[in-house]
């Protein structure tokens, strides 16, 4: 069995509470970040560690933080981004209600890495619970010196502000939370410059997501080495990730594992298989916005580069499961409701393009489909992909491009035949 990592005290009734939370060894990995480590030598181990951000993008950590200037006329920023949109995702929800203090402790140690005194935990209005949590435990911080001037008597500062979001999935991509955060409508910015020089109020700005924060209060207790050797096998990635699973499984939930781990020993290993004993037809292995698995594409590993190479991604972790009954088309158009619905529209070609391709795959699932129906899908996903400022338009072009080619016989079924041959319509 692995060894768990975040999730490790998940079943302890008062993790939640600073007493639980210390109880279980909390906050030491903050006191020997204080105690024994110079602010670049913790940014030279969360490197070693191969930490990668685990919000969807999966750059280096420590190199991230690498890039903010050191001596900043301008007062520099954490931005803790906890608007956890991306469909098929759930960890972060359960990081915030069960594991609160982790994330603050992880928020810390990054601040005083960077030299940061101010930070913001950016929330997803949904996130009602959560949000409630997390204020309890940073008044509870704040109480016992974790948290506010002089934080365990070194001299060092931080203070931590939660913002409720509203519920807008593109303020889930940095810049676009950004903007909302300073209190505008959430529409990315062209990048560069980048956050780490010009981020919140034009000031140096480091934006990690709740899991990547929560791994830093293990690496700094334990040592770059040992979360680095979790995932031996995978050179460019330590320790482990949480994995979101639903669908057609029969035991879906979130898994703790190290990057390692195949798709397949996700699914069969760990969620317990299909329900029914029913044949695997697709997966998502990243969230709604990673391009579709086949059943003979799961012997891949969940590090990010495997995943790449398999030409899909890690994303946010959101493992999304389909058996042999589900219709390819009716699941992409459910996909492609939400992109057309969520588009900020400031780029033209995601603006109008969600949008028609909500439309076309709207016709084939009701039965008025085209024959040149798939071909069309396919074209406007092309003129998206590469083409918006920020990401959102490839991750609603990718689903598109995927599905229509790796079950294209389905579409082209539909589109013929003005019916669905898996759901016998």
Same mark, same amino acid.
């Given at each position: ?196 020089? *010009? ?121 999304? *499961? ?104």
């Amino acid at each position: 069995m692995a060894e768990l990592v975040l999730t490790k005290n998940f079943g302890v009734p008062d993790f939640h509470t600073i007493e639980g939370y210390i109880r279980c060894g909390g906050y030491e990995g903050l006191k020997k970040t204080l105690e024994e480590f110079t602010p670049d030598q913790v940014i030279e181990e969360v490197k070693k560690s191969n930490l990668r951000g685990l919000g969807g993008a999966g750059f280096s950590t420590g190199m991230k933080w690498s890039f903010v200037p050191k001596d900043s006329s301008k007062p520099k920023y954490l931005v803790i981004n906890a608007d956890e949109g991306e469909p098929g995702t759930f960890k972060d929800r359960y990081l915030l209600e069960k594991a609160p203090h982790m994330l603050i402790e992880g928020a810390v140690i990054a601040a005083y890495a960077v030299g940061i005194h101010t930070a913001y935990v950016y929330i997803r209005g949904e996130y009602v619970k959560p949000a409630r949590i997390l204020q309890n435990a940073i008044e509870e911080a704040y109480a016992h010196g974790f948290l506010g001037k002089n934080i365990l008597g070194k001299g060092f500062d931080l203070d931590m502000i939660i913002h409720r979001g509203a519920g807008a999935y593109i303020c889930g991509e940095e810049t676009g939370l950004l903007e909302s955060l300073e209190g505008k409508k959430g529409w990315p910015r062209l990048k560069p410059p980048f956050p780490a020089i *010009v981020g919140l109020f034009k000031c140096p700005t480091v934006v990690n997501n709740v899991e990547t924060l929560s791994q830093l209060p293990h690496i700094m207790k334990n040592g770059a080495a040992w979360f680095a050797n979790i995932c031996q096998g995978a050179p460019k990635c330590g320790g482990t990730r949480i994995f979101s699973v639903s669908g057609h499984v029969n035991r879906p939930g979130i898994y703790e594992l190290p990057l390692t781990v195949t798709l397949r020993e996700i699914i069969y290993d760990h969620a317990g298989g299909i329900p029914g004993g029913k044949k695997l037809k697709a997966v998502i292995p990243g969230g709604s916005s990673a391009p579709v698995l086949t059943a003979d594409e799961i012997d891949v590993k969940m590090d990010f580069d495997s995943l790449m190479a398999a030409k899909t991604m890690g994303g946010s972790g959101g493992v999304i *499961v389909m058996d042999e009954d589900t219709c390819m088309v009716k699941a992409l158009y459910v996909l492609a409701k939400f992109y057309a619905h969520e588009s900020c529209g400031q780029c033209t070609p995601c603006r109008e393009g969600t949008g028609w391709i909500a439309k076309i795959l709207y016709r084939l699932v009701h039965g008025d489909g085209r024959p040149g129906d798939p071909d069309t899908l396919k074209s406007v996903a092309d003129n998206i992909a590469g083409n918006t400022i920020c990401p959102f338009g490839d991750g609603a072009a990718w689903p598109v491009q995927s599905f229509v080619k790796k079950f294209r016989s389905e579409f082209e079924y539909h589109a013929k035949e003005r019916k669905c041959d898996v759901l016998k319509t």
